[in-house]
T-cell receptor, first 113, second 113 residues
């Protein structure tokens, strides 16, 4: 079965711009979460959605936002990009009742110039 | 506070030997501890988890040990293979049906022939 699909895989933006990243979870998985991975900070939780509702949010500024659609697909948006936003953004989905077993996508690598 | 750390950034082992990857945690309230493996260019992949009321759990070629007295978690890989080469992360889940995981900094496992 298809895994978690993230698009785009790579993108380059300049400071001040905004970006939207997309995630299609595994079929049947209703929970989607987003993580930011950088060499300095490691893997950090951004937010989690279940049935179109944000269930948890990490310690990131309001420039980071997300949403989930009725088909469980999710998007995250970063506005007013800063150099420090350069990172690998990972999306993960999980089956109800198996919160520890996250299936991650390959990520969207964002470079901010 | 919430923090999960690792003792060693890089571990080199010979093919066929056993590997032990260590992790220290500070949040005694965590409900689950989990190990993930991340290969180059891919998202993290779930390996095994252990509930806080257990001290040992075995999977295929892997064993996770939890020592709550000293807040220490380890992952043992038997008969390490070249395909085990990756970065290994420990993570903790504070409980409830949430995908919010707190990840450690990671240990790179290198397997030599």
């Amino acid at each position: 079965k298809a895994g978690v699909t993230q698009t785009p895989r790579y993108l380059i933006k300049t400071r001040g711009q905004q970006v939207t990243l997309s995630c299609s979870p595994i079929s049947g998985h209703r929970s989607v979460s987003w993580y930011q991975q950088t060499p300095g900070q490691g893997l950090q939780f951004l937010f989690e959605y279940f049935s179109e509702t944000q269930r948890n949010k990490g310690n990131f500024p309001g420039r980071f936002s997300g949403r989930q659609f009725s088909n469980s697909r999710s998007e995250m948006n970063v506005s007013t990009l800063e150099l420090g936003d350069s990172a690998l953004y990972l999306c993960a989905s999980s089956r109800w009742g198996e919160a520890n077993v996250l299936t991650f996508g390959a990520g969207s690598r964002l470079t901010v110039l | 506070g919430e923090s999960v750390g690792l003792h060693l950034p890089t571990l080199s082992v010979q093919e066929g030997d056993n590997s032990i990857i260590n992790c220290a945690y500070s949040n005694s309230a965590s409900d689950y501890f989990i190990w993930y493996k991340q290969e180059s260019g891919k998202g993290p992949q779930f390996i095994i988890d252990i509930r806080s009321n257990m001290d040992k759990r075995q999977g295929q070629r892997v064993t996770v040990l939890l020592n709550k007295t000293v807040k220490h978690l380890s992952l043992q890989i038997a008969a390490t293979q070249p395909g085990d080469s990756a970065v290994y992360f420990c993570a903790e889940n504070i409980g409830g049906d949430t995908d919010k995981l707190i990840f450690g900094t990671g240990t790179r496992l290198q397997v030599f022939p």
